[in-house]
């Protein structure tokens, strides 16, 4: 945990950033309660997970710590949305807008808004779930308008690739994006991108959440 908060802290600096504005989600998908709970103790709040039957378990475990904040990372089913909906902080993976009405629908009215995020699908792979760019524009219209969802962020899963121009590339075409939306959604102040092999290129490219897991917690069984 403390190698990947320097190598935030590093590529943040490397770019005239500051790295408190740089936040670390820890994707602790598929790791114990006990994993989390010493990450917790060093110091981490953000959680990523993807599956939400083993997240509710570790959300009941880990009720004590009252302070963490929960982001949902995976794919969204239909018949899944409502304990997405009324027990996460945060959802990264909205990708069409029938998953949004639900989530904005079965959104407690005792809870504030869930911070939805945008997934799109930057590098155009038929195996990657993520709004097409050209089909974005009207899918944050129609997400801004649901009264339980506060829209914040896109977000992108870019293809695996050793080559940092590459990953540089999809990184800024996700900002662009976001960019070009500000004007009409001042909210969407957000870019989740960047992992474990490329949180550098990403921070470079304006990276406001990082989403790592196997450089904290080792290789998932």
Known sequence: LEGVRDR???????????????????????????????????GQRHFGESYAQEALAKMDA????SDIVWHFIGPIQSNKTRPIAERFDWVHSVDRL??????????PADRAPLQACLQVNVSGEATKSGADPDALGHLADAVATLPNL????????????????????????????LEAQAPKHPGMD????????DL????????????VGRAIFGIRA
């Open 8 to 42: 935030i802290a590093r590529a943040a600096l490397a770019v005239g950033r500051a790295p408190s504005a740089v936040t670390l989600i820890a994707v602790s998908k598929t790791f114990p309660t006990e994993a989390l709970r010493a990450a917790y103790a060093a």
């Open 62 to 65: 880990l009720a004590d710590l």
């Open 98 to 107: 029938k998953i949004a009405e639900r989530l904005s629908a079965q959104r």
């Open 150 to 177: 506060s829209l914040r962020v896109l977000m992108n899963i870019p293809e695996r690739s050793d080559d940092p121009l590459l990953q540089r590339r999809r990184f800024a075409s996700l900002r662009r994006l």
């Open 190 to 197: 957000t870019l989740s991108m960047g992992m474990s092999d």
């Open 200 to 211: 550098e290129s990403a921070i470079a490219e304006g990276a406001t959440f990082v989403r």
